[in-house]
């Protein structure tokens, strides 16, 4: 038998790449999802509503690795039906995985529920690492503290080692994700300051992210909350650069706080997502021996650049096609 890796949410940007990435390997994955529309086709899918017991429980049997990345999107405006929905299908998904964690004879080794490096309070002067951060404050910070309180009240068997994943913003050359909306805008001119500038970004490169997940599922020491973020946090103001630099673009419009605002209310997200500074520091990953590969940002853009969409990510180095989007300038 393969040893088995479950990915709740499989059907997102994240759990599409885990998949892939532990199909590779030659796990058998159970992507779960509520549906199988964004699904890479990788391992079996199963169907469930984030709230309820049924077949999908079995796969958590033996399992090697239970993640859990469910969770309504945070991309939108923070209404009183959206801030319900964003809360409560993170915290519903979360105390079903572990009733059904419970119900195992054989309780999976290790379960990652996401989290995220919002938890902390905004900051400019001084990164916040795992043993020194305070939580912030707002509906973010909220939805961040409330879902790691569910998941760890949730008890389970002493075999499972439970970690809460606080990932700052995952680059990765896929369409609507962040690296997708940054290099549109500096290719419109617009890839300016936002707001002060002077707010700091927590990233990492979504090869890093796959290699952190692997380096704590082997690490049996490792558990409670981990930031998963590069070591490098460039400002706003120097990350748009290292943006428009890599586009031969000489110019980037700045948007104030206000010009945000409007935009924020007709693309129906929140300003929060680009204003708050995010200064996680990720301590125990650099205490506990990991290495990331692209630890700075003008040379994570520039290695995606090269890597455009998941299968060329996951092509083989020697058999990769480079194309004209790799060298030529006024591209990223």
């Given at each position: ?96 995985i572990g009733q059904a964690i419970r119900g195992c004879r054989v309780p999976p080794k290790v379960w990652m529920n996401s989290s995220t490096a919002t938890y902390y309070r905004h900051a ?138 409007i935009g924020a209310k007709v693309l129906r997200t929140e300003t929060e997502l680009i204003l708050k ?56």
């Open positions: 038998m393969k040893p088995t890796v479950v990915i709740f949410g499989a059907n997102g940007f994240l759990g599409r790449y885990l998949a892939r990435h532990y199909s590779r390997q030659g796990y058998e994955v159970a992507s779960i999802a509520r549906h199988k529309r964004g699904w890479s086709g990788d391992g079996v899918f199963l169907e469930w509503d984030g709230r309820t017991l049924g077949p999908w429980a079995l796969a958590l049997e033996g399992a090697e690795l239970v993640i859990n990345l469910a969770g309504r999107s945070v991309n939108c405006r923070y209404d009183e039906k959206n801030r319900r929905e964003i809360l409560d299908s993170r915290i519903a998904s979360t105390r079903v400019e002067d001084a990164p916040q690492d795992e043993w020194r951060g305070e939580p912030g404050e707002g509906f973010s910070v909220d939805v961040a503290r409330r879902w790691e309180l569910a998941f760890f009240d949730e008890m389970v068997p002493g075999e499972t080692r439970k970690i809460a994943l606080r990932t700052g913003m995952v680059l990765a050359n896929e369409p609507e994700t962040v690296f997708e909306v940054l290099r549109g805008l500096v290719r419109a001119g617009l890839g300016g300051t936002m707001g002060k500038g002077t707010q700091r970004v927590s990233w990492i490169h979504i090869g890093d992210f796959l290699r952190a997940v692997d380096f704590l599922r082997h690490e049996p020491f490792m558990d409670g909350a981990v930031n998963l973020t590069a070591p490098e946090f460039p400002t706003n103001a120097e990350l748009m650069r290292h943006f428009r630099e890599a586009a031969g673009m000489p110019i980037g419009l700045p948007a104030a706080r206000w010009m945000l605002e500074s995010r200064w996680a520091d990720p301590r125990r990953l650099r205490e506990a021996g990991f290495r990331w590969q692209h630890g700075h940002i003008a040379e994570a853009i520039a290695d995606l650049r090269a890597h455009e969409g998941m299968e060329e990510f996951f092509r083989p180095v020697g058999s990769r096609s480079m194309g004209s989007r790799a060298w030529l300038p006024g591209r990223v």
